[in-house]
């Protein structure tokens, strides 16, 4: 069955803290990997998407990057207003699915001053 | 640019009352649009998606259906709602297959 999980699924840091969130999955195909923001009461914004083991991509104090089996959502110096909900999807290579995602349950992100 | 609205934000419906969600996309032609109902601790449901004006597909069954009468229209409805439909919906679109898809801000509905 393909899945998607998330780990932690909360996680505290401190402003300026770097650290590192997880999105293991299992598909029988894998034709992308989505990362989302999203915020209490909010839809869920697009940050990455990756496509083939190797790639990174990079956006302010983010950078997601992705192996065979795993991506990780870098987090460098963060500051409160990185605090939210991170989201991994994955899109299966199930011919014909129409872009159909996997979400994972996220991981909550709390940064204190 | 691209923008998408999902309207009503939020929703108190009486049990075995229907439903009417509406969802639009501007500045976009012939996107795929889809719809997907979050819980409180579990991932985003694909509940339906959409290809073109009166294509539906629904990924799970259930209570609800869709409806896309327009090319940047999408409705998700219910005849009569069930305590089981509570949570928080959202909409959808993306240009197509390996595209990202971009999300409205949601309806909470409530079932009381």
């Known amino acids: 069955e393909d899945q998607v999980t998330q780990s932690p699924e909360a996680l505290r840091l401190q402003e300026g803290e770097s650290s590192s969130l997880n999105c293991s999955y299992t598909v029988s195909g894998l034709r992308g990997l989505f990362w989302y923001r999203q915020d209490p009461g909010k839809g869920p914004e697009f940050l990455f998407t990756?496509?083939?083991a190797g790639e990174e991509k990079e956006k302010e104090r983010l950078k997601a990057t992705l192996t065979k089996k795993e991506s990780f959502l870098h987090i460098t110096a963060p500051k409160p207003e990185d605090s939210a909900t991170y989201l991994c999807?994955?899109?299966?290579?199930?011919?014909?699915?129409?872009?159909?995602?996997?979400f994972g349950k996220g991981t909550k992100l709390s940064v204190k001053p | 640019s691209q923008t998408i609205h999902q309207w009503p934000a939020t929703l108190v419906q009486p049990v075995g009352s229907p439903l009417s969600l509406e969802c639009t996309v501007e500045g976009t032609s012939n996107p795929n649009l889809y719809w997907y109902r979050q819980a409180a601790g579990r991932g985003l449901q694909l509940l339906f998606y959409?290809?073109?004006?009166?294509?539906i597909s629904s990924e799970v069954p259930q209570n609800l259906s869709a409806s896309r009468p327009q090319d940047r229209q999408f409705i998700l409805s219910s005849k009569k709602l069930l305590l089981s439909d509570s949570g928080f919906y959202l909409c959808?679109?993306?240009?197509?297959?390996?595209?990202?898809?971009?999300f409205g801000d949601g309806t909470r509905l409530s079932i009381l």
């Open positions: 959409s290809v073109g004006i009166g294509q």
């Open positions: 999807a994955v899109q299966a290579d199930y011919g014909g699915s129409q872009g159909n995602l996997i």
């Open positions: 959808a679109w993306s240009y197509g297959e390996n595209q990202p898809q971009h």
């Open positions: 990756l496509y083939s």
